[in-house]
């Protein structure tokens, strides 16, 4: 740490145009240094412009499979790519928004890679999460939230979105929780018969401090033939 400080201070004594030319040969030679400055020379609406872009260009992607040897750059290219929603200061809405895409994109994004080492999944559970918990607590709709919180989950077909639930307390206050917890609740209703389980909800009741819902769900779990 020391040693990287000590490079700044002395960068920031380094001629400005030095600097600047500097900084354009090594975006010349070097993808993520480019993207980097232009980030940094860019608006809240064109980072999200290009986020948009990038997403789009994963999902649409034919016949490229990064090897377990080769993910590594995946995941470099996932984290610039949730970069483009970083500091922001103005649209929490656009950049909640734009988060849920993210997620929504799990499939495509896991099926073209080999996560035995859980690089991918790990951006999923850490980086996103961070950018989904700030702007999802900035949301001044809340039922936007919540409606959003369950659809993620009922498509979760990968596991990548389990965080967020598990998260909750987070970014929801206890009446929210308590809401979603309804809506997890009539969700299950609907579903008698079918493989179902709660751990959603007694998710949610460990983050409430709940210990008699908690236990009753418990309960439930245990006796529920058709719950795994």
Same mark, same amino acid.
């Given at each position: ?10 960068? /920031?004594?380094?001629? *400005? ?7 354009? +040969?090594?975006?010349?030679? =070097? ?7 232009? $980030?940094?020379?860019?608006? +809240? ?7 948009? @872009?990038?997403?789009?260009? #994963?999902?649409? %992607? ?6 377990? $040897? ?14 483009? /929603?970083? @500091?922001?200061? #103005? ?9 849920? =895409? ?5 499939? @495509? ?10 690089? #991918?999944?790990? #951006? ?6 961070? /950018? ?37 307390? %987070? ?13 997890? +609740?009539?969700?299950? $209703? ?26 009753? /769900? ?6 529920? *033939?058709?719950?795994?």
């Amino acid at each position: 740490m020391n040693m990287m400080q000590n490079l700044r201070d002395q960068l /920031l004594n380094v001629d *400005p145009e030095n600097l600047v030319d500097a900084l354009f +040969e090594i975006a010349s030679n =070097d993808k993520i240094a480019k993207s980097k400055i232009e $980030r940094l020379l860019s608006s +809240e609406k064109e980072n999200f412009s290009r986020f948009k @872009k990038h997403l789009q260009q #994963i999902k649409n %992607r034919r016949g490229q499979y990064f090897s377990r $040897r080769d993910v590594e750059s995946f995941a470099i290219e996932l984290c610039e790519l949730l970069n483009n /929603l970083k @500091k922001v200061n #103005i649209d929490f809405k656009e950049a909640f928004n734009h988060i849920c =895409d993210f997620y929504r994109a799990d499939g @495509k994004i896991l099926e073209q890679s080999d996560d035995s080492n859980g690089d #991918i999944g790990d #951006i999923f559970r850490n980086e996103a999460l961070d /950018l989904f918990i700030e702007f999802a607590s900035k949301h001044s709709n809340r039922k936007h939230v919540l409606a959003t919180v369950a659809e993620l989950h009922e498509g979760d077909d990968y596991g990548a979105r389990n965080e967020i639930i598990q998260n909750s307390y %987070r970014f929801l206050n206890i009446e929210e929780m308590r809401e979603l917890f309804s809506i997890f +609740e009539a969700a299950t $209703r609907k579903k008698i018969g079918k493989y179902t389980s709660n751990w959603e909800m007694q998710s949610l009741a460990k983050q409430m401090k709940d210990a008699s819902l908690f236990e009753k /769900l418990i309960y439930q779990s245990s006796n529920e *033939p058709n719950t795994r």
